[in-house]
C-alpha cells in the first residue's frame, strides 16, 4: 500500500505571498491531519478533516487553512506568509481520526519564507 | 490541557549501550493513549507504538521495550544493545479521548546518538 504522499517536497515564498500544500492519505484512510514542525515550538497540530469537513482545529491564526476533497486528499493554505512560517509542514493520516489509531506520516513540505 | 514532557533534549550513545527515553504525561481525561514515533532524517515520523490509558502491560519488539506506569504518568522507552540506525529523533506523543479527533500532543523530541 503506498504511503502518505505530500507535494511539493520544498517551497521557497516570499513575506506576504500565500501558498497551497498539498497531501495524499493511504488509501481507505479518511482522517487527515496536518502539523508544523519547528526547531521552537516542535511538533503543533494544525487541524483535522474527515469526509471533508473540519472536525478539530489547533491554535494556529486564521491565515491557517484547509480543505478535504471527495477523495480524502487535503490541502492547506497559508495566506500572507510572515518568517515565523518557515517549517516542516507535517500531513498524516489515519482510518478514523479517532484517538485510539496511529497516525501515519508523509514525508513532508519544508516551506522557506524570505 | 494535555502536556507531554521529554526532559532529555539529546542523548549520545556507543553502539550496544542500552538507552532509556523519558516521557511523562499530563491529562484530565481517564481514557487517553499514548504513542511513539521515530524520525529519522528524512523527516518521516515513523509510528513505533501504541498504549491505551487501561492497558499497564510492559511491551517489548525485538530491541524496544516500553514501560507505561500510570502512577508516574510515565511512558519510557528503551533500546536494547543500540545501533547505529537508531539514531533519530524520537517523540512521544498523547491523545485523549474527549477532545482529540486528530490531534496528537507530542513532546518536545529526543535527539538519539548511536556513535559506531
Known amino acids: 500500500k503506498a504511503g502518505v504522499t505530500q507535494t511539493p517536497r520544498y517551497l521557497i515564498k516570499t513575506r506576504g505571498q500565500q501558498v497551497t500544500l498539498s497531501c495524499s492519505p493511504i488509501?481507505?484512510?479518511?482522517?487527515v491531519s496536518w502539523y508544523q514542525q519547528t526547531p521552537g515550538q516542535g511538533l503543533q497540530f494544525l487541524f483535522e478533516?474527515?469526509?471533508?469537513?473540519?472536525?478539530n482545529k489547533g491554535n494556529f491564526p486564521g491565515r491557517f487553512s484547509g480543505r478535504q476533497f471527495s477523495n480524502s486528499r487535503s490541502e492547506m493554505n497559508v495566506s500572507t506568509l510572515e518568517l515565523g512560517d518557515s517549517a516542516l509542514y507535517l500531513c498524516?493520516?489515519?482510518?478514523?481520526?479517532?484517538?485510539?489509531?496511529?497516525?501515519?506520516f508523509g514525508p513532508g513540505t519544508r516551506l522557506t519564507v524570505t | 490541557a494535555q502536556k507531554v514532557t521529554q526532559a532529555q533534549t539529546e542523548i549520545s550513545v556507543v553502539e550496544k549501550e542500552d538507552v532509556t527515553l523519558d516521557c511523562v504525561y499530563e491529562?484530565?481525561?481517564?481514557?487517553?493513549?499514548l504513542f511513539w514515533y521515530k524520525q529519522p532524517p528524512s523527516g518521516e515520523l515513523v509510528f513505533l507504538i501504541r498504549?491505551?490509558?487501561?492497558?499497564?502491560q510492559n511491551e517489548i519488539s525485538g530491541r524496544y521495550s516500553w514501560n507505561f506506569q500510570k502512577s508516574t504518568s510515565s511512558f519510557n522507552f528503551t533500546i536494547t544493545a543500540s545501533q547505529v540506525v537508531d539514531s533519530a529523533v524520537y517523540f512521544c506523543?498523547?491523545?485523549?479521548?474527549?477532545?482529540?479527533?486528530?490531534?496528537?500532543?507530542f513532546g518536545q523530541g529526543t535527539i538519539l546518538t548511536v556513535h559506531p
Open positions: 498524516a493520516s489515519s482510518g478514523s481520526g479517532g484517538p485510539s489509531y496511529e497516525q501515519y
Open positions: 488509501s481507505g484512510h479518511r482522517s
Open positions: 478533516y474527515f469526509s471533508e469537513t473540519q472536525r
Open positions: 491529562t484530565r481525561d481517564t481514557t487517553y493513549y
Open positions: 498504549r491505551n490509558s487501561f492497558d499497564e
Open positions: 506523543a498523547l491523545s485523549e479521548r474527549g477532545t482529540s479527533y486528530g490531534k496528537l500532543t
